[in-house]
């Protein structure tokens, strides 16, 4: 089963618009980190939060996380046409040797120009 | 670096053959994962390695699927008898235990079809 899910599933902006997507998991968690996938690539690292945390910036990209709901949110400011791609969060829910990190089934985001 | 490098990019088979897939991690990375992405799953964690040990394979659909590791460099995936229901795009990631929290870095993917 899916430990996390974004939501929503697409969506469609013009350049220059933010850009929200969110993410609900169902376990306690190490970390989450969200990640990018271009068409027909692999995906890219883009942040991580860590469970104590509530909020990271990294350029264009905010994220949030509440841990008492199970949920973060990726904001991506001022979109460019080259944001298109999915977005994908992900859970560590392992330790030490244990590794586990989960993927939500992504969200498609286009920006048009 | 050159990153994490799979191949083939492309594999098209037939139902039945043996499909081969390839992965070379970043030099220094010693944890290696196996993931497939499909429509309708999303990206599944096949199997993971540390140190050249698989630690968890419980993702391992079938016992048609096996993966190795014979060395910090090299690692496959292997298919026998491949079936159409495996067609999916195989990615290979790798990052360094002890890194900063799991990060990982994708190879490009093996798109495999099985007719």
């Known amino acids: 089963s899916q430990q996390g899910e974004e939501d929503p599933q697409a969506l469609s902006i013009q350049e220059g618009e933010n850009a929200t997507m969110n993410c609900s998991y169902k376990t306690s968690i190490n970390n989450l980190q969200w990640y990018r996938q271009n068409s027909g690539r692999g995906l890219v690292h883009l942040i991580l939060?860590?469970?104590?945390?509530r909020e990271k910036h990294s350029g264009r990209l905010r994220v949030t996380l509440d841990t008492s709901k199970k949920s973060s949110s990726l904001l991506i400011t001022a979109s460019r046409a080259a944001d298109t791609a999915s977005y994908f969060c992900a859970t560590d829910v392992g330790g030490g040797s244990n590794y586990k990190l989960t993927f939500g089934k992504g969200t498609l985001l286009t920006v048009n120009p | 670096d050159a990153g994490v490098i799979q191949s083939p990019r492309h594999e098209v088979t037939e139902m039945g053959q043996e499909v081969t897939l390839r992965c070379k991690p970043i030099s220094g990375h010693n944890s290696l994962f196996w993931y497939r992405q499909t429509m309708m799953r999303g990206l599944e964690l096949l199997i993971y390695?540390?140190?050249?040990?698989?630690?968890?394979d419980s993702g391992m659909p079938e016992d048609r699927f096996s993966a190795k590791m014979p060395n910090a460099s090299f690692s496959t995936l292997k298919i026998q008898p491949s079936e159409p229901r495996d067609s999916a795009v195989y990615f290979c990631?790798?990052?360094?235990?002890?890194?900063?929290?799991?990060?990982?870095?994708f190879g490009a993917g093996s798109r495999l079809t099985v007719l």
């Open positions: 990631a790798s990052t360094p235990v002890g890194g900063p929290a799991n990060v990982l870095t």
């Open positions: 939060i860590r469970s104590n945390e």
């Open positions: 390695f540390n140190n050249n040990v698989p630690i968890d």
